[in-house]
T-cell receptor
Framework: KNQVEQSPQSLIILEGKNCTLQCNYTVSPFSNLRWYKQDTGRGPVSLTIMTFSENTKSNGRYTATLDADTKQSSLHITASQLSDSASYICVVRGSTGGGNKLTFGTGTQLKVEL | DTGVSQDPRHKITKRGQNVTFRCDPI?????LYWYRQTLGQGPEFLTY????????KSRLLSDRFSAERPKGSFSTLEIQRTEQGDSAMYLC?????????????FGEGSRLTVL
């Protein structure tokens, strides 16, 4: 069964600090991996999409890494801001499975405090 | 704003009532998805359309749920005889039919509370 596991489940950090969120997946065959940011009560917003051949991708203060061999990804947030407080969801797209090729993780709930 | 829009944003209803949610996707997107999300969980796939054709339905979509996209533009999700377990955020997303990397754009969601 395709699965996406995220850790930690929740995280509290001080403003200005860095943090790294982890995503392990068993989806195979693999097509791409996405990180979404979801503010409370809002819809998810895409941060990055990474394909098999990409190891690192940055979007401002967000840097995602992908190791397709170990089926692991991380999302690194630099110099955190209060507005980074949100749930970060890892989503993996497989190459088979009809239209529903996406497997969602349960998210890491990040809280940035003063 | 030309993003995905959903209506209503919040709906409170009594058990047994019917509710309908509407989703207007990004205009040039031919794929439209419905997801359900409960607190602390990731979105769960319900169904998706390519243009007006409903191509896939999850087993989560019981007989009380029906979705339509009559003209290949907006879509509706109707829940009949609501139950307390239907309380969730219902998310709509749209994308272009691109090989592999068709990015999903989500709406803000419709939060349903069944009393």
């Amino acid at each position: 069964k395709n699965q996406v596991e995220q850790s930690p489940q929740s995280l509290i950090i001080l403003e200005g600090k860095n943090c790294t969120l982890q995503c392990n997946y068993t989806v195979s065959p693999f097509s791409n991996l996405r990180w979404y940011k979801q503010d409370t009560g809002r819809g998810p917003v895409s941060l990055t999409i990474m394909t098999f051949s990409e190891n690192t991708k940055s979007n401002g203060r967000y840097t995602a890494t992908l190791d397709a061999d170990t089926k692991q990804s991380s999302l690194h947030i630099t110099a955190s801001q209060l507005s980074d407080s949100a749930s970060y969801i890892c989503v993996v797209r497989g190459s088979t499975g009809g239209g529903n090729k996406l497997t969602f993780g349960t998210g890491t709930q990040l809280k940035v405090e003063l | 704003d030309t993003g995905v829009s959903q209506d209503p944003r919040h709906k409170i209803t009594k058990r047994g009532q019917n509710v309908t949610f509407r989703c207007d996707p990004i205009s040039e997107h031919n794929r439209l998805y419905w997801y359900r999300q409960t607190l602390g969980q990731g979105p769960e796939f319900l169904t998706y359309f390519q243009n007006e054709a409903q191509l896939e339905k999850s087993r989560l979509l019981s007989d009380r749920f029906s979705a339509e996209r009559p003209k290949g533009s907006f879509s509706t999700l109707e829940i009949q005889r609501t139950e307390q377990g239907d309380s969730a955020m219902y998310l709509c997303a749209s994308s272009l039919r691109l090989p592999n990397t068709g990015e999903l754009f989500f709406g803000e969601g419709s939060r349903l509370t069944v009393l």
